[in-house]
């Protein structure tokens, strides 16, 4: 019995110094995914590093047969299998393809893992920033029109955030929460004497409703506006009008 103990020892000796295989470089993955998607032209050499970007953001461009990548280091302890899917959809982006449902499916489900935008939040609270003018502006003031908001459509429970007004104006971009800051941004361009009181009142409750309905997955999508933020949003007087308003106002 003892000599069989002695030969299950060894064995199990044996295997525990079986070599670990070394992680294959992000190199030597974007060149196999290059030759998996087909791509007719010569591979680039491929040239790769993490950088500390204050989100998610990875890009890739090509110089000459020099393929550039920049990789967010939030993403340095994702499995092999997510940095895979990454190097497709870069891959794709860059030589007008479309990625596979199942790698952007796969990134998508890492980076919307609880853990991973928890990460993603507070790299973002500690290198990014949101710039805003003061809350009260030439005609209004974006503070007292949130606590307004808040107490009549919200009853008081949304926790105070930091509003202002945008640095520049745009026509394009009129509101955005930054979830990451709670921070709420109105473009300057409707602090003015001729856009009406309860359009701006509306932007505000439309970003509010980000506060309290956050954006949903549907497989791939990230969906802004689902179904409940959309029916919530109706509960503003005159909606529709409203909306269709703001279309007149703001028309190319």
Known sequence: MSHLKARSHAAATRQLLLPIPAPES?????????????IRRSMPDFHIEYRAFSSLRSNIALEGNRARVRISDILAEAPPIVLEAL????LAQLFSRRPSEEA???YM????DPAVRSRVDQTR???GRVRLLPARGRCYDLEEIFARLNHRFFNDELSPCRIGWSPRPSRSVLGRYHPAHHTIAISKNLDSESIPLEIVEYLIFHEMLHIRIPLERHGSRRVIHPRAFREAEKAFPDYRRIRERLKKIFSP
Do not use: H, K, M, Q
Not at 87 to 90: G, P, R, V
């Open 109 to 112: 489900a890492y980076v919307y």
């Open 87 to 90: 190097a497709e959809i870069l």
């Open 104 to 106: 952007r499916e796969c």
């Open 125 to 127: 609270r500690s290198r």
């Open 26 to 38: 992000l190199e030597f993955l974007f060149a196999r995914v290059f030759r998996r998607l087909g």
